[in-house]
């Protein structure tokens, strides 16, 4: 009879980890130990993107085939997991998961945790990001290939402002790219940054990216979700596993690599060795932090103003109408 649980070491704590045998992803046969063991594995990249974010949780207790449990507040947990209090666009507060080791991450893990997401911010100042987030996202009609070349573009653009970009696959199709800034911004200015740098990429490549909110209006063009940086919005980790049948992971790539590489071949399974050979190929990302000024005077002279917020937020000020082009009626 299978042991009904095993004890996994991580680093220097041992965690429990129940029904380990138990298929998580049907696509390539991996276990629930498996992820955990792959949580380990990784455990220095992962730390890196999680170390000190409020973090939310995207669980799947019986497997990536099963509805998830989207999990903000922090359930039950050990006295030396950490928790830090947000606060949502709605005014509310929660315990958040802080990650401040690997352990606490393998422990979530075998809580049916597949999906982290970590705010843009630290425990130290959760009211100031310290990263800009570019998501390039691919729509209907597109795909990996289109959103390596709006990647580019994103990279070519704040090479000139003299800031250093790092991107990494979502695990899906899509690509997200990290920019470490100085914590002296609020939400609203980092997002107004966004629509910036998004709306610069739009006017050098406009058949192929496009800052359009309305799916209506998108077309077969790569959406760069602004939206990523408003308060409470996350986009999933580096190296954390995504809740698909094949155990794809959001894989952190160098420059050179995103020009030819394949995200399904980044999964759980992969990926463990791949660090091994390479190490965290992000190891860098923390060795300077950038300004955002020179985004925020484009966007200032910009007429266009600000852009629609995601619908559960509350109406924001300066925020043009928030209705779908379609169902708008005209003032005439």
């Known amino acids: 009879m299978a042991s009904p649980y095993i004890e996994i070491e991580a ?43 409020p973090t939310h949780l995207k669980r799947h207790p019986d497997g990536v085939e099963t509805e998830a449990i989207y999990q903000k507040r922090m359930p039950r947990h050990p ?32 809580l049916g945790t597949i999906d982290f997401h970590p705010w843009a911010v630290r425990a130290a100042d959760v009211e100031h990001p310290d990263e800009l987030r570019v998501d390039v996202d691919p729509q209907p009609g597109t795909g990996f290939d289109e959103a390596r070349k709006v990647a580019f573009v994103v ?19 899509g690509i997200h790219i990290a920019v470490r800034i100085r914590p002296e911004w609020t939400f609203t200015e980092v ?46 980790a580096a190296y954390s596993v995504r809740a698909r049948p094949e155990a794809q992971v959001s894989a952190p790539v160098t420059w050179d690599e995103l020009a030819d590489c394949d995200p399904r071949d ?18 860098a990302i923390d060795d300077e932090a950038f300004g955002i000024g020179a985004l925020l005077e484009w966007y200032a002279a910009d007429e266009r103003g600000d852009l629609p917020y995601p619908p559960n937020y509350p109406k924001m000020p300066g925020e043009p109408k928030r209705v779908q082009p379609s169902k708008a009626r005209s003032d005439d």
């Not at 980890?17 to 992962?46: C, H, M, Q, W």
């Not at 030396?80 to 606490?104: H, K, L």
């Not at 740098?197 to 602004?226: H, N, Q, S």
Request: charged share 30%.
């Open 11 to 53: 680093g220097g704590r041992t965690v429990k980890v129940t029904n380990p045998d138990k298929i998580y992803f049907p696509g390539i046969g991996a276990t629930k130990r498996e992820l955990v063991e792959y949580y380990v594995s990784v455990g220095d990249g992962v730390m890196r993107a999680l170390r000190d974010r």
């Open 79 to 110: 006295d030396w997991i950490e928790t830090v209090q947000v606060r949502f666009p709605s005014g509310r507060t929660a315990d958040v998961f802080r990650p401040t080791e690997i352990a606490a991450v393998a422990w979530c893990a075998n």
């Open 155 to 173: 990279r070519e653009i704040l090479a000139e402002l003299g800031v250093r970009a790092f991107p990494k696959t979502s695990g899906s199709r």
């Open 191 to 236: 997002r107004h940054a966004g629509i910036a740098l998004a709306r610069e990429v739009e006017r050098r490549a406009p058949g192929l990216a496009t800052t359009a909110w309305w799916k209506e209006e998108r077309g077969e063009r790569i959406f760069i979700d602004y939206n990523q940086n408003a308060r409470d919005r996350t986009v999933v």
């Open 266 to 283: 980044f999964d759980v399974k992969t990926m463990p060795e791949r660090f091994a050979r390479l190490g965290d190929v992000h190891r």
